[in-house]
């Protein structure tokens, strides 16, 4: 039976530092690179600086969450997957960060062909830091044994495939069934969607708007063949949402392998689908996540 692959497997004390000072993210990065370049993971440090480099002119200092920075590269520079993290006593200025909370800095890099390696591991990180707790006690270690300690407790698998929580979003708007037309209108061209959920006042998923519906609900009386009056047209105003969305809704669980799921998503209509856990919407699923998650492979 093969071992469990687990974040804290792919870390050691050599690889945390708490006590991180750097007046630039690049500088904080390199302090990471020091010590992966120790351990054999990099063949090519400047290749690998000049990657960061780069990053930094693009302006990229990506959040994850509220008190982590997640730095990484995809580079034939490295010969094999690295995992180092910082922790600053204090919340990090760097020039090209926004003030905020952010103590951590969580560092991966692969080689390019280790694209599931590293997949699974960029989604392992972001479950372990996604619960607040878990990132706050992280930002409050005094060594590095404080780190693993915590990381081991939690024992937070690399999956073997990605799962449905690992690419759907955490952020999402809702409507529910007695919201009116027009307002729920107005909000999907505000966010620039095309589907929102529908949901009741506990969080159950009733349904979906889409563009779709509202056209199905209203083009067939305007392009219909009899004159019309004014009095035969509806008003949106007085139409509710439940009046148009679609009932019967392919709902996901997060726990799902995306291998189970791709073929149901690529055989529906519905650009996105609504996510849930016991039965209450947790997250959204697009098929835009998981093209963004191809591209950020293929680059």
Do not use: W
């Not at 890099?109 to 599931?116: D, K, N």
């Not at 996604?130 to 915590?150: F, G, I, M, W, Y």
């Not at 505000?190 to 529908?198: A, F, I, L, Y």
């Not at 998923?205 to 779709?212: A, P, R, Y």
């Amino acid at each position: 039976m093969r071992s469990r692959l687990t974040i804290s497997r792919l870390l050691g004390p050599d690889l945390v530092i708490v006590g991180l000072k750097a007046k630039t993210f690049a500088e904080a990065v390199g302090q990471l690179l020091d010590r992966l370049e120790k351990s054999g993971a990099i063949s090519d440090r400047s290749a690998v600086d000049a990657l960061v480099e780069e990053g930094v002119v693009r302006g990229e200092t990506p959040m994850l969450g509220k008190h982590a920075i997640l730095a990484h590269y995809r580079t034939e520079a490295a010969n094999r997957l690295g995992l180092a993290i910082g922790v600053s006593a204090k919340p990090f200025k760097f020039p090209s960060l926004a003030p905020g909370d952010a103590t951590l800095l969580v560092l991966i890099i692969t080689p390019r062909a280790a694209t599931r390696e590293y997949l699974k591991t960029l989604a392992g990180v972001g479950r372990l830091l996604h619960d607040p707790e878990n990132a706050l006690t992280l930002s409050k270690a005094r060594s590095p044994q404080d780190v693993l300690a915590l990381i081991e407790e939690k024992d937070v698998e690399v999956h073997p495939d990605l799962r449905v929580v690992d690419l759907m979003s955490h952020e999402f708007q809702t409507v529910s069934p007695e919201t009116p037309l027009s307002e729920a209108l107005r909000l999907m061209v505000r966010q620039g969607r095309r589907e929102m959920p529908v949901v009741s006042d506990n969080g159950e998923v009733l349904g979906i708007l889409s563009e779709q519906e509202v056209l199905q609900h209203f083009l067939p009386q305007v392009l219909g063949a009899a004159p019309l009056t004014e009095g035969d047209l509806p008003k949106i105003k007085d139409v509710e949402v439940r009046n148009v969305m679609q009932r019967s809704v392919l709902c996901l669980t997060a726990d799902e392998l995306m291998s189970d799921v791709v073929s149901n998503m690529l055989a529906g209509d519905l650009a996105q689908f609504p996510v849930v856990r016991k039965g209450k919407l947790v997250g959204i699923l697009s098929r835009s996540d998981i093209l963004t998650k191809l591209l950020d492979t293929t680059v």
